[in-house]
């Protein structure tokens, strides 16, 4: 159960992210902050997929 709940959370920082690296876009243009948030999305996204591999495996094993 834990790990779906980390799971669901990196998610969401990773769209939070992409969602707020979209709105610097739109206000204030091409800068660095836009670089950050991509950055910050990346990494959520691989967190979440190694969450999830993990969380799949554990669901096998446990069958």
Excluded at 1 to 21: H, K, P, T
Excluded at 34 to 42: G, K, N, Q, R, W
Aim: proline share 0%; aromatic share 10%; net charge positive.
């Amino acid at each position: 159960m834990i790990f779906r709940i980390l799971e669901i959370a990196w998610l969401i920082v990773g769209l939070v992210a992409i969602g707020m690296s979209i709105y610097v876009l739109v206000t204030k243009g091409v800068n660095s902050e836009i670089i950050i948030y991509l950055v910050i999305a990346f990494i959520a996204g691989i967190i979440y997929s190694i969450r999830r591999k993990q969380r799949m495996a554990l669901e096998r094993k446990q069958k």
